[in-house]
């Protein structure tokens, strides 16, 4: 594992990239997906790496590495981006109209990967938070056309509900656009 949560990991907020970021320690940082007008006011101060995040991070990186082969760098920008917006990310309400009933419905526990399909094709998304009705999931792929003129991206959230949950087979692998 290349890197662990620590005790010295602090969420900060960097107004001059007018992003959400995390203090590794040691000179490291990691820049997330989220800005200002994305997050809760809460992500504006300086505050701690909890034990809860700690958990929600090896859990997410312990799912991800079942399902799928990518490289730790990349495993570990997904489960950053998918902490931070399970703990900062402002409320969604679902935008199911964007993809395709599935035929037959995965399972919805945080930490899977599941596809969508729009009418213009499919993406592999990580379930950040699910309840019984609808998901929050993190696009893990570069992009996704979700219509002629919305284009999600990378680490872009979008929560819809879990009739359009498309299971993906554990084929460790299968090719991701995830780099």
């Known amino acids: 594992m290349l890197i662990k949560p ?21 000179e490291m940082f990691f820049v997330s997906s989220f800005s200002k007008k994305e997050v809760v006011a809460d ?5 701690a790496f909890s034990i809860e995040q700690s958990q929600d991070f090896y859990n997410f990186v312990e799912r991800i590495e ?24 402002k409320p969604l309400m679902p935008k199911s109209w964007f993809f395709n009933p599935a035929t037959s419905v995965s399972s919805t526990q945080a930490g899977n990967i599941v596809q969508l399909m729009s009418a213009f094709g499919s ?12 998901s929050t999931l993190l696009l ?3 992009s996704h056309q979700l219509d002629d003129r919305k ?23 299968q090719a991701i656009n995830a780099a």
């Not at 079942?66 to 990310?89: D, G, M, R, W």
């Not at 592999?124 to 609808?134: G, P, R």
């Not at 680490?155 to 692998?173: E, H, Y």
């Open 43 to 47: 992500a504006l101060i300086t505050r």
């Open 66 to 89: 079942q399902q799928l082969s990518l490289p730790e760098e990349i495993i570990y920008h997904i489960v950053l981006n998918a902490v931070a917006a399970k703990t900062f990310y």
């Open 123 to 134: 993406r592999h998304y990580l379930i950040v938070e699910s309840n019984t009705k609808a």
């Open 6 to 26: 620590g005790k010295d990991w602090q969420w900060n907020f960097c107004h001059t990239k007018n992003r959400l970021t995390l203090d590794l320690g040691a």
């Open 151 to 173: 284009e999600l991206v990378q680490f872009g959230l979008i929560k819809v509900m879990n009739d359009r949950l498309m299971p993906v087979r554990v084929n460790k692998a």
């Open 140 to 142: 893990i792929e570069r």
